[in-house]
């Protein structure tokens, strides 16, 4: 049997990896910008090291950003050996992306929310209902 990973584990790392924190960079930017320029604005915008991860660092950050259209992502982290760059244009539609209050210049993703983002899930309409936590 084909064990699916649940949205909890996504929003977790692996057993021993770093963990992962996803920022999305709130205001859209130029698409232009390429490795060194949106480390800067990672680092400014979030108040978070770019180039976490470096130097066996224990935590591991993305950062996404996005262009005012919404039809394109790019996401910036760090790997082993440098600065790496993903970016995405979408043929048709927007990412559609949470629902941002107040006038704050970045928001924490879980990975959930993120792969939800990636895959045409609006998360502005998402509601989370209450569930038990043990104190």
């Not at 991860?53 to 996401?75: M, N, Q, S």
């Not at 982290?77 to 992306?97: I, M, P, V």
């Amino acid at each position: 049997m084909i064990g699916l990973p649940s949205l909890r584990d996504l929003d977790h790392s692996p057993h021993g990896s770093a963990p992962l924190r996803i920022w999305l960079c709130v205001s859209p930017i130029d698409m232009r910008l390429g490795f060194d320029r949106l480390a800067e604005l990672a680092s400014a915008v979030t108040g978070e090291d770019s180039l976490s991860g470096r130097g066996g660092e224990a935590c591991t950050h993305l950062f996404a950003f996005r262009l005012r259209g919404g039809d394109r992502l790019k996401l910036l982290y760090w790997d082993r050996e440098g600065l790496a760059l993903w970016y995405k244009r979408l043929e048709e539609g927007t990412f559609k992306l949470p629902k941002i209050e107040g006038d704050i210049k970045s928001v924490e993703l879980r990975g959930s929310e993120l792969a939800m983002m990636l895959d045409g899930i609006d998360l502005r309409s998402i509601k989370r209902v209450r569930r038990y936590r043990k104190a």
